[in-house]
Structure formats: C-alpha cells, structure tokens
C-alpha cells in the first residue's frame, strides 16, 4: 500500500499551529506527502501538542487512544508525537502509549523525515526531544504560501523562568535565530504574496543577536528592516514580555507606520505580590508605566494581555488590584486562564488554600469584565473606517469576505461580485458589531501587484449603496 498520506492535530499556542505548518511543509516537500484532513486515510499521523496547561496534555491522551483503534486495522500506520507534550513527557509517554512509533520536540521536528525513515527500517520507536540550537531553521524548507499573512519564528525557547511556567523545561533555553535568516525569510515571504507578518517567539522583545558585521540587532531593528521590505504593509510580533520592552521597541510604534495598531503583552496579575511569586520581574506600576509610554507613542494602540486566575496563595484582594488593573487600562480581546499546576515547575509547591469553586468564580467575573470591555471598544468602532487587509472568505458565508483591522479585529463584508480582493488592503465602513467579529462595507480599495500599486475601479452592488473611493498607497 501507499505510505504517502499524512494528518497532523494541533493543540495550542500560535507557536504550536506555526510549527504543524512547517512540518506539513516539510513532509511535503522532503518525504513527497500529501496532507490528508481525515486521520483514517492516513500512514501517519501526527499530534503536535503543547503542555502549558493540563488540560491540552489530558488531550493527547484521549487521542492517542483513539488513534490506537486505527492502528489495530493498520499495522503500517505510523503514529507520531511532537510538541512540549512530547518533551515534557518523553519516556513516560513511550510507556502510557506504546503503540506511538515517533516521539519529537519542539527543536527536533525538522528531523522527522530521517526518524520516520529509521522507524521504518528498525521498525522500533525513535525518540529525539534534545534541543539541538540553531539547526531547526537551517534544515527547514522554505515556507510556501498562497495566503497573504504569514508568520515568522525570530527565536526559540524561554530563559525567564516564570515560576508557573513549563515553557522554558519544555522549548529550552531562549536563543534569536540570526537576522540574516529572518531578513531573508521575509523577502521570500513577499516575493510570495504576503502583506502582513507576524513575528512569533516566545519572547520576541527580548531578540538580541549579532549580525555578520558584529552589530548586535533589537527586535525594533528587525522591524525596521522587515518594514523596508517591498510589499509588507503591516508588521506584528507576539509574544511580548513587559519587562523587555524598552524605549526603542516603544518609539518604532511611533515612527513605523507598518507596525500594528495592537499589541498583546500579557501581564498575568495586577497584584505586585502575586507578580513576585510568579517572577515576573515587574510591577504593576511599572506595567502601567510602560503601557503609558506605548500609548504616547502610538495614541490608537489596543493592548490584549494573558491573566492567570488562581495563582497559588491568590488572595482576594490580589484578584481585586487584577480587575482594577484590567479597568484601568482597558484591554482588549484578552484570554484568561485558571491556573494549572505544572509537575516540575517552582509553583506547583507553592501552599494554594484557595477552594477551586472560589477559582472559577474569579475567572469568571474577570472574563465578563474583560468581554464587556471587549464589546465596547467593538462598539466604538461602528461608523469608523478602517483599513482591513483581505485573509480570505468569510467562514459563515462564501459569498462574504473577511478581513483584519491593524487592532487585529474580524471583520465580515459582502465581496464584490467581479473582483478578487484577497490579499488586498480596502478600507471598510464598519456597520454592525457581531458576538467575536464586526460587519463592514466596503467604501475603497487598492489593487497591488508583486508591489506595485494599480489603482483600480470596481462595479459592484456594494459600490452603487456606498460611493468607493481609491486610498492613496504609500
Ligand atoms: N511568553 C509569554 C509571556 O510573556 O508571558 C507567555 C507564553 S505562555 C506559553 C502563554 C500563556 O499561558 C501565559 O501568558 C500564561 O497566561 C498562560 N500559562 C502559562 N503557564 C500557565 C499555567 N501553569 N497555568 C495557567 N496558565 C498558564
Ligand atoms: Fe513562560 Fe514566562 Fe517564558 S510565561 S514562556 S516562562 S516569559
């Protein structure tokens, strides 16, 4: 039979879905094989899954034993495991889940087409979870896309050590993949069509790395040299740690006009206590101080931010000064989590009196804080224009496209009947605000072509309710 199919699921993080990318690619273009969406059609599956949370680890199991089923009526199926689960559990998973033939971290995935080649040939189980650095982007293919975002991995790994956290036992040491690499990376990701681009990492405001002339570069030296690439207009980059977002990071929010008008730069609690055991390295005044500074820069800046609830020894008072915290600054779109003792990590030792009822109420409070905070931002925009670059169709309606803002909202508008607008920028008028998107019309666009702007005119429906008018490109 064939050998050539495979499925890979995906739990997690934004760096997560970004490395299933790279492995579809690479099993593509290295092994010649197809991706299949359907796991009984498959010779290998794949589950790439990260252990942040419990919960994403008690899914690999329920999926490996549903994969094991498979595997009973196909003895040639390959199953295979990476990620920070893979990581994390190493050996202990060889031996809760047997049947598992590959087992793959986070910095070893670019390996898979030589272990899937000695599982093969041995036909016994091959495991590398080292963090061999540097190597993964060497050795990885050049992304191809047709989509216009795309995201890009500036570096790896976390040293902050947040008490909480199973990310730097599970990624390894924090390290900045060297300019060259990224520079080059992102002009091939123009060259293909993408107009937005995300740099991802764990920590990416602390990229530090020398180039080969001895000068060492910044993210906003990266930002900089990525804004000057032809074709990308919009510049984003996540995750972002409090404490290293220094004053030059700060002013590229003023001068770069491609850099985003949001920022996600998670402050886990407004609680300088509970900000101590967590060792986060800041305080609330000093997050407050560094938002402030931001929002000088860049006055139209929407700030979303990671909360976690619950944090061993979280008193009430602590919970308060987070949801003073949350009104004071008005975020946006943010996501909160119940904290989730790591095995191994300094917090899960921490004395925690808190009853998980109380945990859950706290969580949900500050979840309907933060939606109602998120709504009426949404709201403010109703009868604003805003400049939207075209991801795709819309996913309800085929017959609507849908876009993002620079504050990185959804936006749903009725296409054009006679033109292709995806992977352009057009302004829309928003007209309504849905439960996790806005409503827009379309009032402009620009056409672009390998970077060269054609102004064009459309004739559609939408144009003759609302008068279009062409945006002067840059
Ligand atoms: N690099 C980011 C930062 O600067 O904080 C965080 C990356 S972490 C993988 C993503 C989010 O998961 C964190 O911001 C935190 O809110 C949440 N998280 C991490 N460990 C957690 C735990 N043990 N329990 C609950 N949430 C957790
Ligand atoms: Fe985790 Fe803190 Fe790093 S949350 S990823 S150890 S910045």
């Known amino acids: 039979m064939s050998s050539n199919r495979f499925y890979i699921e995906t739990h997690g993080c934004q760096m997560n879905v970004h490395d299933s990318e790279r492995l579809a690619e690479l099993l593509r273009q290295r092994c010649a094989m197809i991706q299949t969406q359907h796991p009984e059609a498959a010779d290998l599956l794949l589950l790439n899954t990260c252990s942040v949370r419990e919960k994403a680890q008690q899914k690999v199991f329920h999926c490996l034993g549903r994969w094991r089923a498979l595997k009973q009526g196909?003895?040639?199926?390959?199953i295979g495991v990476g990620g920070c689960v893979a990581s994390q559990e190493g050996a202990a998973l060889r031996e809760r889940a047997p049947w598992v033939d590959l087992i793959f971290g986070p910095q070893t995935l670019h390996r898979l087409p030589q272990m899937i080649a000695a599982r093969r040939r041995e036909k016994l189980p091959v495991m590398d979870i080292s963090f061999p650095e540097i190597e993964k982007f060497d050795q990885l293919p050049t992304p191809r896309t047709e989509k216009p975002t795309a995201w890009l991995s500036i570096m790896e790994g976390c040293s902050k050590y947040c008490s909480f956290c199973i990310v730097p036992y599970t990624r390894g040491e924090e390290w900045s993949r060297p300019p060259e690499g990224v520079i080059v990376e992102a002009q091939q990701l123009a060259a293909q069509g993408v107009r937005e681009i995300t740099l991802l990492g764990q920590n990416v405001n602390g990229y530090r790395k020398h180039n080969s002339n001895g000068e060492v570069l910044r993210l906003s030296d990266l930002i900089r040299m990525i804004a000057s690439i032809n074709g990308i207009e919009r510049i984003r980059y996540t995750t972002s740690h409090p404490l290293e977002m220094d004053d030059d990071l700060v002013a590229a929010h003023a001068e770069v006009p491609q850099l985003a008008h949001h920022l996600h730069l998670p402050v886990q609690s407004g609680s300088d206590r509970v900000l101590a055991l967590m060792k986060r390295g800041y305080t609330a005044l000093e997050y407050r101080d560094r938002v402030r500074a931001l929002r000088r820069a860049q006055p139209d800046l929407s700030l979303s931010s990671d909360f976690i609830v619950g944090f061993p020894g979280e008193s009430e008072r602590d919970f308060e000064d987070t949801l003073q915290l949350v009104r004071d600054i008005g975020f946006d779109q943010s996501y909160s989590f119940l904290y989730s003792a790591?095995?191994?990590?300094?917090?899960a030792s921490l004395p925690d009196n808190t009853p998980q009822e109380r945990k859950r109420e706290r969580l949900a409070q500050l979840q309907t804080l933060l939606s109602q905070l998120a709504e009426t931002a949404n709201q403010r925009r109703v009868g604003?224009?805003?400049r939207v670059l075209v991801t795709g169709s819309?996913?309800?309606?085929?017959?609507?496209?849908?876009?993002?803002?620079?504050?990185?909202r959804v936006v749903n508008f009725p296409a054009p009947p006679d033109i292709s607008l995806i992977g352009e920028f057009v302004e829309l008028s928003i007209t309504a605000v849905r439960a996790h998107s806005l409503r827009g019309e379309l009032t402009a666009y620009q056409e672009q072509q390998r970077g060269e702007a054609t102004l064009a005119t459309p004739s559609s429906s939408v144009a003759a309710s609302a008068p279009l008018t062409m945006i002067a490109v840059q």
């Open 74 to 78: 196909n003895s040639d199926l390959l």
């Open 342 to 347: 790591r095995p191994g990590t300094p917090a």
């Open 384 to 386: 604003s224009r805003q």
């Open 394 to 408: 819309s996913r309800r309606n085929p017959s609507e496209l849908q876009g993002r803002t620079t504050d990185n």
